[in-house]
Nanobody, 115 residues
Framework: QVQLVESGGGLVQTGGSLRLSCTAS????????MGWYRQAPGKQRELVAD???????NYADSVKGRFTISRDNAKNTVYLQMNSLKPEDTAVYYC?????????WGQGTQVTVSS
């Protein structure tokens, strides 16, 4: 079992920045990839960015150049630095951890970007 706890969401104006954090606990040795997804009202959940244990990183086209994913292995934490935020970035952001046999999700944190 893996538990994920997210923090860092909130309300910000267009052009502002936020940093999301996701700390994993439990069977963290089994995790091979962690990432962030988001879901806006009425839309499907979509990948924002993810990072593998080897450090390979993948971003959605819509956030490239604005968002940065990173990880601190000593703290079992993955971060999502979000800069130049736009109203269309408004969504619930979910942390995600993949193992060979299961996918774990955090509880979600709301990010709201006002225009």
């Amino acid at each position: 079992q893996v538990q994920l706890v997210e923090s860092g969401g909130g309300l910000v104006q267009t052009g502002g920045s936020l940093r999301l954090s996701c700390t994993a606990s439990g069977s963290i040795f089994s995790i091979n990839r962690m990432g962030w997804y988001r879901q806006a009202p009425g839309k499907q959940r979509e990948l924002v960015a993810d990072i593998t244990n080897r450090g390979s990183i993948n971003y959605a086209d819509s956030v490239k150049g604005r968002f940065t994913i990173s990880r601190d292995n000593a703290k079992n934490t993955v971060y999502l630095q979000m800069n130049s935020l736009k109203p269309e970035d408004t969504a619930v952001y979910y942390c995600n951890a993949n193992t060979l046999s299961y996918i774990y999700w955090g509880q979600g944190t709301q990010v709201t970007v006002s225009s």
